[in-house]
């Protein structure tokens, strides 16, 4: 059974970067809606293994994907905002990987930038790791699980579906990002880079 990640702080506290009811609707509502999906997935692979019936596998694996990886990506995402912002940066040692696999700091950020605004349809941005690669790449996955790569673990991982900022900034993308930039939590960022090299 799958539960939805705690939230380590008051989500009131996001304002007003943040609107507190789009907040409540995005964790309570939707982010719950992909949990239960992704327990009842669960509990039919389970009874058709019981039944020896495996006649929807196909319709099953694809609403496995979409379903898991929403049910990850917002738990990674809710985990990398803080309302406490910008006490902690990046690590000198996260910053000079960047800059060896980007080639300068400024064109990650320029990358990012032009990632989250120039993503066709529903998706997410996630900045992170290959290890079969052995690369920092920024990625853009449309709706929870188209692009991704196989062995990629997400370090920075931003919502860009509309759901995420229409209720507070209507069509305007570019200021729901300017914001979002104030509450995300780099210290998690960089917990999250030093614990790929214990996998
Ligand atoms: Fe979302």
Redesign the pocket.
């Known amino acids: 059974m799958y539960e939805m990640k705690k939230l380590k702080y008051n989500y009131k506290d996001l304002e007003p970067y943040y609107d507190s009811n789009m907040f409540n609707y995005?964790y309570n509502t939707?982010y719950k809606g992909y949990t239960d999906n992704l327990n009842k997935i669960m509990d039919e692979f389970n009874n058709n293994r019981k039944n020896s019936d495996f006649s929807n596998i196909q319709n099953l694996s694809k609403r496995l994907s979409f379903n898991a990886n929403a049910y990850i990506l917002?738990g990674l995402?809710f985990e990398n905002l803080t309302p406490m912002p910008n006490k902690t940066l990046l690590s000198n040692e996260l910053v000079n990987h960047i800059k060896k696999d980007f080639g300068s700091y400024d064109a990650f950020i320029d990358e990012l930038n032009a990632s989250l605004l120039n993503i066709e349809g529903p998706g997410w941005v996630v900045f992170g790791y290959d290890k079969y690669l052995d690369k920092l790449l920024i990625i853009q996955i449309e709706k929870h699980q188209e692009l991704t790569l196989i062995d990629f673990i997400p370090l920075l991982v931003i919502?860009v579906?509309e759901?995420?900022y229409y209720l507070q900034y209507k069509t305007d993308k570019k200021e729901y990002i300017r914001n979002l930039f104030f509450i995300l939590d780099f210290n998690v960022v960089n917990n999250r880079y030093n614990s790929i090299y214990m996998i």
């Open positions: 995005h939707l917002h995402f919502d579906w759901h995420s």
